[in-house]
Every structure is written in structure tokens, then in C-alpha cells.
């Protein structure tokens, strides 16, 4: 846990630790996303993510019964990304690889692209992803 070396009472230093967690793997998956939107690479981070998705949650939930200090809180959150970026990969294994550049051509800002395109697209995931990273964050 993240403060675990500091005085703090236990329910600020759980919630502290959670706090750092979902973070840690909500940037991870925004971070990959980002990457599979700008790279197109979709079909290749959803087999790894299929690889590792169990085993790195089952390394993140087991964590700390061999391996609390300071930065347990944000390994674990390290290892929640396979799986939730798994969710984020479905919808975009599918899309078509000129879609954004059509956006792009017909004027539309990134503000509208994003609004127009991605949110109506990527809802569902990634309200799942936050849903998941939540739940293990209460869970550790």
C-alpha cells in the first residue's frame, strides 16, 4: 500500500491505495488506447490482452500477500491493464481503417471527433473498464 510506512489510519490509507490503483490503471488503459486508436493496431493488443488478462489479474489479486510496500498499489494497477483494456479492443478490431481519415478529410475538428465518433463508439467499454478497475480497487 502506498502509505503504508506513513501514520495514517486505515481507512485513509485504503482508500488511498485504492485511489492510486485505478488511476495507475485507468492512465495504462487510456495510454493503450490512445495507441491502438493512433497506430490501428487493435487486433494485436486484443490477443495479448486475451494472453495475459487472466493471469495478470490473478497476479494483481495475490500481490500483496507476498509483496507489500509502497508500490504494490500501482503494480497492481499495472497488471489490472490487460484486462481492461480488453473491452476497449472489441469495438475497434471491427472498424473500418479509413474512418478517422474521412472524419479528418471532411473538416471535422478533434473536439467533433471525438464527441461524434469515439464517445458513441467507446461508451459502453469504457464505462465497463471503470466499472472493473473499481471493483479491484475495492477488492485489493
Known amino acids: ?23 495507475t490503471a485507468l492512465a495504462g488503459a487510456g495510454l493503450i488506447l490512445a495507441a491502438m486508436v493512433r497506430l490501428r493496431c487493435a487486433p ?4 495479448l490482452s486475451l ?9 494483481a489479486l495475490a500481490l500483496p500477500a ?14 489490472l491493464v490487460p484486462l481492461l483494456v ?14 478517422t481519415a474521412t472524419a479528418q478529410e471532411l473538416g471535422a475538428p478533434l473536439s467533433r471527433r471525438l464527441t461524434l465518433l469515439w464517445w458513441p463508439l467507446l461508451k459502453k467499454p469504457v464505462l465497463t ?12
Open 51 to 59: 494472453l495475459l488478462a487472466v493471469p495478470a489479474t490473478l497476479l
Open 86 to 99: 480488453l473491452p476497449l479492443t472489441l469495438p475497434l478490431r471491427a472498424l473500418p481503417a479509413n474512418w
Open 1 to 23: 500500500m502506498i502509505a503504508h510506512l506513513t501514520g495514517l489510519p486505515l481507512p485513509t490509507r485504503s482508500a488511498l491505495s485504492t485511489l492510486v490503483l485505478v488511476l
Open 129 to 140: 473498464s471503470l466499472v472493473l478497475a473499481f471493483v479491484f480497487g475495492i477488492l485489493q
Open 66 to 79: 507476498f509483496w507489500l510496500t509502497g508500490m504494490t498499489a500501482p503494480a497492481q494497477g499495472l497488471l
Open 44 to 47: 494485436i493488443v486484443y490477443v
